[in-house]
């Protein structure tokens, strides 16, 4: 009704227009707003996640340390290896320079799937070279059926070329991985015993890429044979022939 007070009886909020000045500056309060927060259910999903990966990463790992554990640490009294474990495992560097004898790049994960006896030597191949080349072709043809389980590597450190001779005879029976790889860099991942040189040895590199026992200087088939047995029947659960 016209003239009549808009606001309901008793109510107490009646609003005068006369009341408010044209020229009053409008005030605006400013809030922020709140941060999010992972509510406890989102919180408790990303723990679990994060639970299952370490248990997907440690079911694929177990394998590979049951194999060390039974090897070197559960083993009857009397019982030792002949060459030596080194500790802890060293992986091959994933920036190994690696080459092929024609001088093509070969990535250093190629040499991954595979349990690996490593000769190191000069391309000119002195006697020691080719008593360790004969040793590494006769150890791994003893193995019978279990010789696909094991690669034959040479590493060579310089720009010698390997004698026709030499590569017909390492290739017998099945084909050797000849790469070169600059000393310096070897040096880096490989290393000798104490006061002796790093050709002085071969070198055992288990599927992982991980360099894990380094053989005597003048090493004896016989027991060297023994060594790379235990090794391939501690790792039968995880290990299959070919990279």
């Known amino acids: 009704m016209s003239g009549s ?15 408010l000045q044209a020229d009053s500056p409008l005030g605006l309060t400013v809030h922020s707003m709140p941060a999010p927060q992972l509510s406890d259910e989102s919180a408790r999903r990303t723990s679990s996640g994060r639970w299952k990966m370490l248990l997907v990463l440690a079911v694929c790992t177990a394998p590979v340390i049951a194999s060390y554990l039974t090897y070197f640490v559960i083993r009857p009294e009397g019982r030792s290896n002949y060459s030596e474990l080194i500790t802890p495992l060293r992986p091959i560097p994933a920036d190994l320079p690696l080459a092929d004898l024609a001088g093509r790049p070969v990535a250093a994960e190629t040499l ?8 190191v030597a000069g391309g000119a191949c ?4 080719e008593r360790h080349l004969w040793l590494q072709r006769q150890l791994r043809e003893t193995l019978g059926r279990e010789k696909g389980r094991l690669d034959k590597v040479w590493l060579i450190p310089d720009a010698a070329e ?4 030499t590569l ?14 600059p000393a310096n860099a070897l040096a880096a991942w490989l290393q000798p015993a104490k006061g002796h040189a790093i050709d002085e040895h071969l070198y055992v590199v288990d599927p992982l890429g991980n360099w894990m026992m380094r ?11 023994r060594d790379i047995e235990k090794l391939l029947r501690a790792s039968a659960g995880w290990d299959t022939p070919g990279r």
């Open 168 to 181: 017909q005879a390492i290739s017998t029976n099945t084909e050797a991985t000849l790469l070169r790889v």
């Open 5 to 19: 007070n808009s606001s309901a009886p008793g109510s107490g909020i009646g609003v005068s227009l006369e009341g």
């Open 215 to 225: 053989v005597p200087p003048d090493a004896e088939p016989a027991k060297l044979k």
């Open 112 to 119: 991954k799937g595979q349990w690996l006896l490593v000769v």
């Open 162 to 165: 390997p004698r026709r001779a």
């Open 126 to 129: 002195d006697i020691a070279c």
